[in-house]
């Protein structure tokens, strides 16, 4: 299989815990994105990375959020100190032209 | 913040039926597109429309874009039950971040 790959695809924590999630983009795509999306919404962006820069942050990442890109291949979202608040499905895309973005299956990330 | 609305928010209807979807938004775009949602599942890419395009086909599926009215449709033909998902709307306006509408649940009943 060679689209967006996420891992976990669940994860229950507990509140204050520390999560990552992963993602594996598809080979050739050199653009990476995160969204989140909670229960009857659309996704919300998150981030964006061209290679191993992050060149975008929303609003919505606060400074418990922080995501990295090493060498531009796969990506990494962690979460510190998770609420109830944070309970929602991660999204991670990828793409090689600045349009059509392809996504990968998500996080389904519980915090009780 | 959600960019536009998805109307109507649910649409029930019998195979075979024509299926339309609307779209609203606010701010200028470089393209819209649609994706398609199973339940719980991630989001698959259906069709990309550039700002100085009007109307684009794509087997089943034909959108329209009026910039004027900052407003797009997708009409799915024939539709069949596994055309049940949700549906949304998405704009990208400079930032290559898309901006996703709150969906349409279609439910095509066999």
């Known amino acids: 299989d060679t689209g967006v790959s996420q891992d976990p695809r669940h994860k229950i924590t507990k509140r204050g815990q520390n999560v990552t999630f992963r993602c594996d983009p598809i080979s050739e795509h050199n653009r990476l994105y995160w969204y989140r999306q909670t229960l009857g919404q659309g996704p919300e962006f998150l981030t964006y990375f061209q290679n191993e820069a992050q060149l975008e942050k929303s609003r919505l990442l606060s400074d418990r959020f922080s995501a990295e890109r090493p060498k531009g291949s796969f990506s990494t979202l962690e979460i510190q100190r998770t609420e109830q608040g944070d309970s929602a499905m991660y999204l991670c895309?990828?793409?090689?032209?600045?349009?059509?973005?392809?996504f990968g299956p998500g996080t389904r990330l519980t915090v009780t | 913040s959600q960019q536009g609305e998805e109307d109507p928010q649910a649409l029930s209807i019998q195979e075979g039926e024509n299926a339309t979807m609307n779209c609203s938004y606010k701010?200028?775009?470089?393209?819209l597109q649609w994706y398609r949602q199973n339940s719980g599942r991630g989001l698959v890419h259906l069709i990309l429309?550039?700002?100085?395009?009007r109307e684009k086909h794509s087997g089943r599926l034909r959108v329209t874009l009026d910039t004027s009215k900052k407003s797009s449709s997708l009409l799915i033909t024939a539709s069949r039950a596994a055309d049940t998902a949700s549906y949304f709307c998405?704009?990208?306006?400079?930032?290559?971040?898309?901006?996703f509408g709150k969906g349409t649940k279609l439910s095509v009943i066999p």
């Open positions: 429309i550039r700002s100085n395009e």
């Open positions: 998405a704009t990208e306006a400079g930032s290559y971040q898309l901006t």
């Open positions: 895309a990828s793409s090689y032209s600045p349009y059509e973005q392809y």
């Open positions: 701010t200028s775009i470089n393209n």
